[in-house]
């Protein structure tokens, strides 16, 4: 765990990760010395010291993911605050800020499709855009799985499109044995019929099946006035 410290260095933001106190007191009562300064971000770029411990380097790695990572979050749900409370200024807000409306737009957009509470911290905000576009029952399913496999963004991307290619290939599959099963000769027959009418094929089979269903409910019903 370290603490953030944010500050000025030659006009760029920094954020000073150092490690916590009882990380420092434990080092003072081994006798080391505390580093002079921890890892800084700037507009350009990293400033790492020298000699940093590969501790301090993996705990910074891991906040520095964590941030970026929330900062999608964090801008959309400006946007959206702003765009609900400020209709009128909001633009102006972003402007003053000099952030980019599209980029904002979307960040926004996936904020908007993921209320507060259904937000999974283990996945990334790029796992939940992936997603925004479905329904919310299916976004509940795959953030299970995700979750649970321990995804990265393109191995959810490939799964949901392994998903809906199967569900096409189902499609057609079903759609293959609705249709029916006709001999070439039988067709070439028909065609001859139908062109012998003067009208389109498919017109002729219409017709024809409708002129046969009619009579044979004629019949029925004929039949079943004789019987009454």
């Given at each position: 765990m370290m603490t953030n410290q944010a500050g000025d260095l030659d006009g760029s933001k920094v954020v000073l990760f150092r490690r916590n106190p009882d990380a420092v007191a434990r080092q003072r009562r081994s006798g080391g010395d505390e580093p002079r300064r921890g890892v800084l971000?700037?507009?350009?770029?990293?400033?790492?010291?020298?000699?940093?411990?590969?501790?301090?380097?993996?705990?910074?790695?891991?906040?520095?993911?964590?941030?970026?990572n929330s900062s999608s979050w964090w801008l959309g749900d400006w946007l959206v605050y702003g765009k609900d409370h400020y209709t009128d200024r909001y633009q102006r807000g972003i402007r003053a800020a000099g952030l980019q409306y599209q980029t904002l737009r979307n960040y926004a957009w996936v904020s908007r499709r993921f209320?507060?509470?259904?937000?999974?911290?283990?996945?990334?905000?790029?796992?939940h855009a992936e997603l925004a576009s479905l329904p919310v029952d299916e976004q509940e399913l795959w953030l299970d799985r995700a979750e649970q496999m321990k995804w990265t963004t393109k191995q959810l991307r490939t799964a949901i499109r392994v998903a809906r290619e199967d569900d096409t290939r189902d499609e057609k599959q079903i759609e293959t044995t609705r249709r029916l099963a006709v001999p070439g000769s039988r067709l070439q027959?028909?065609?001859?019929?139908?062109?012998?009418?003067?009208?389109?094929f498919e017109q002729w089979v219409l017709a024809t099946l409708d002129n046969a269903a009619e009579q044979v409910l004629d019949e029925v019903t004929e039949q079943a006035g004789i019987s009454a």
């Open positions: 971000t700037t507009n350009v770029g990293l400033q790492i010291p020298a000699g940093l411990t590969f501790e301090d380097w993996e705990r910074a790695g891991r906040q520095l993911s964590g941030i970026v209320e507060f509470n259904r937000r999974r911290a283990a996945l990334s905000f790029q796992h027959w028909w065609h001859k019929a139908a062109a012998q009418s003067g009208i389109e």
